[in-house]
């Protein structure tokens, strides 16, 4: 069935620090990879995505990399800032019925001073 | 100022009680979803419409239904059938060419 699983759940960093965030997809047709952050009682931001013709993308200190082979992908935050605190979400695009965005179950990241 | 509306912020419905979210966009997008999103978790898909006049179910449509009449327009309707209905509501709109979502600022449904 069309899933995607992200992992960890939790994620502790100090300041400073990298912090990676790995996601799986069950379908190896999808070919767009978004990431979006959302803060408590917020809706959720796009911060970065992907498409399945490239293999990485930086945007400042986020960047993303895709394994279709493997079919995972994965969010790379380094020199990490409380203001990065949030619970992040991948995404996979799934063609079946028209197209639809399936959500991992989010990753809390709290990054310590 | 394009973007997507949802209204009401916070609504608060008894037991038994049909309540409608609303959802306008203005962003000229052919696709509109609905997500529920509960505490600690990610956001399920209820229903997306590609066209108007045509919608299909998502993971957790039971309880739930939807009307596409307009192409700016997508109410979801949570009905008495729905046993768990207290969540936080996300509707999004997309071209159906890019994927990307764009997300209204959602409905916090309670029920007393």
């Known amino acids: 069935g069309e899933n995607v699983e992200q992992h960890p759940s939790t994620l502790s960093v100090q300041e400073g620090d990298s912090a990676v965030i790995k996601c799986t997809y069950s379908d190896s047709a999808s070919n767009y990879f978004p990431w979006y952050k959302q803060e408590l009682g917020k809706r959720p931001q796009l911060i970065i995505d992907?498409?399945?013709?490239?293999g990485e993308k930086k945007d400042q200190r986020i960047a993303v990399t895709l394994n279709k082979t493997a079919k995972h992908f994965s969010l790379h935050i380094t020199e990490t800032q409380p203001e990065d605190s949030a619970v992040y979400f991948c995404a996979a695009h799934f063609y079946n019925q028209g197209g639809k965005l399936i959500f991992g179950q989010g990753t809390e990241l709290s990054v310590k001073p | 100022d394009g973007g997507i509306t949802q209204s009401p912020k916070y609504l608060f419905r008894k037991e038994g009680q049909n309540v409608t979210l609303s959802c306008e966009q203005n962003l000229n997008h052919d696709a509109m979803y609905w997500y529920r999103q509960d505490p600690g978790q990610g956001l399920r898909l209820i229903y997306y419409s590609q066209i108007v006049n045509d919608f299909q179910k998502g993971d957790i449509a039971e309880g739930y239904s939807v009307s596409r009449e307009k192409k700016e327009s997508f109410p979801l309707t949570v009905t008495s059938a729905q046993k768990n209905p207290t969540a936080f509501y996300l509707c999004?709109?997309?071209?159906?060419?890019?994927?990307?979502?764009?997300f209204g600022e959602g409905s916090r449904l309670t029920v007393l």
């Open positions: 992907i498409r399945s013709n490239v």
């Open positions: 999004a709109s997309s071209t159906v060419y890019t994927g990307e979502l764009f």
